[in-house]
């Protein structure tokens, strides 16, 4: 018996749906003789939601320079509207990750009433400290590390104003990521800056909602290149400790040095059930908020490894971590980067899905090294678009949201009405 027998796919928009049917009966049929439940995978694929951050939706850019696509959203509620066609078109995004004060809503009900019209809820709110917006005290020493105890108050101030505007929202979590540093020796007492930074955030922690998680992020270098207050996955969780059980660690997949270990780093959280969730992009270098997927896919395939089997283990659970996108380019649609990203993610997902973890077990317990990266690979390797694609058409999306996206020339009507000079709200 054909194990896709019975799926209605609805029309394709360009691709062929006989083709699409042929290949994932094809697949289908390899699966089922491993005694994977394809029915199963495209389930747990189509239940798979990242949020988008309402900063990814401009064009975005580098200190030397920011080149407009036209069309950017001029608002909060042009933001949601873009996200809403996202999540038309992929079915896997629902939510929006504001950051503050870039994104204020002036009407809150209102902006919530749209957002659910458009099928979509609110991810973690972000504070932002790391740049002066007029506000009374500048940040360019530091905000929650800073000497001066008035600059502190007035940035735990802005953290709590986050979480009344997430409150309002319906959001449920704080992320925290601090800028705060030195460029050079002797321009701060870092014992003293850390200890200035954990109180602080205490103060925040205690104002927040009993169901809140705050979600502390770190980072290696930049824009401080001497010290970062927060600069790697243990001082952060460090600090959570000191905190609470709802504070934990946010990893964004750019915040580390070359050739990290970042799946080593998701295992040990989830050994620690200290793992908040994800800021997903890519890297070369550093920080580079590249597309997720686009310079170091295995990675994130292995990542997905370790998430998987984590929570199917029950180091932590897996409706406990949070899952956005974290990317802003001069160089692409920032719609069409969505896009991308979120097939990719939805592919390094599925892949780890199909692993065996009994052969992989089995392996690891008898030392066989050749065999436990062959079933790795063997699961890398396997073209899952096809289940991808499936989970998407059945949730009511398109069967491929790129190709619709450019053939409708989404963006030229974008343009067309909201003017080719129109700049993204906020950055």
Not at 241 to 262: C, E, M, Q, S, Y
Not at 264 to 273: E, G, K, P
Not at 310 to 318: K, L, N, R, T, V
Request: charged fraction near 20%.
């Amino acid at each position: 018996m054909n194990p896709i027998q019975g799926l209605k796919s609805p029309f394709l928009y360009p691709m062929n749906t006989d083709f699409h049917l042929r290949s994932l009966s094809l697949l289908s049929e390899q699966l089922t003789e491993k005694g994977i439940d394809t029915f199963k995978v495209i389930s747990q694929i189509s239940t798979f939601q990242i949020a988008v951050p309402s900063w990814a939706l401009g064009a975005g850019g580098t200190r030397f320079g920011r080149f407009s696509i036209g069309g950017e959203p001029r608002n909060l509620e042009e933001k949601l509207e873009d996200i809403g066609l996202l999540a038309k078109l992929t079915k896997r995004t629902d939510a929006v990750s504001l950051h503050i004060p870039w994104d204020i809503p002036q009407d809150a009900e209102a902006i919530k009433q749209k957002a659910a019209s458009l099928g979509i809820g609110f991810d973690a709110m972000n504070s932002n400290t790391f740049q002066d917006y007029g506000q009374p005290l500048s940040y360019k020493m530091g905000s929650l590390s800073n000497s001066d105890a008035a600059v502190r108050a007035q940035a735990v101030e802005h953290n709590l104003q986050v979480i009344e505007i997430g409150k309002s929202l319906g959001s449920k979590g704080l992320t925290v990521w601090l800028a705060d540093g030195s460029n050079f020796p002797g321009q701060a007492h870092i014992r003293k800056a850390l200890q200035w930074t954990t109180d602080s955030l205490k103060e925040i922690y205690g104002g927040m909602p009993a169901d809140w998680k705050l979600l502390l992020e770190y980072k290696p270098y930049e824009p401080n290149f001497y010290h970062t207050v927060i600069p790697d996955w243990g001082t952060s969780a460090l600090i959570c400790r000191h905190l609470g059980d709802r504070a934990k660690v946010l990893v964004d997949l750019g915040h580390h040095l070359p050739n990290t270990n970042i799946e080593q780093i998701v295992a040990t959280l989830m050994h620690q059930n200290l793992l908040a969730g994800f800021h997903f992009n890519d890297s070369k270098y550093g920080d580079d908020d590249l597309s997720t997927g686009s310079v170091k896919p295995y990675q994130l395939f292995l990542i997905f490894c370790e998430l998987i089997g984590g929570s199917a283990e029950g180091a932590q659970a897996w409706d406990s971590i949070s899952w956005m996108i974290d990317a802003s380019h001069n160089t692409k649609d920032p719609l069409e980067d969505l896009i991308q990203a979120l097939e990719a993610i939805s592919q390094a997902y599925a892949k780890a899905l199909l692993i065996d973890r009994e052969k992989l077990t089995q392996c690891q317990a008898s030392g066989d090294v050749v065999g436990a990266q062959d079933v790795l690979q063997e699961a890398f390797l396997t073209d899952v678009r096809p289940l991808v694609r499936e989970a998407r058409i059945q949730s009511g999306g398109e069967g491929d949201p790129l190709a619709f996206y450019r053939s409708e020339k989404i963006r030229e009507k974008l343009i067309a009405k909201r003017g080719k000079n129109a700049q993204a709200s906020g950055l």
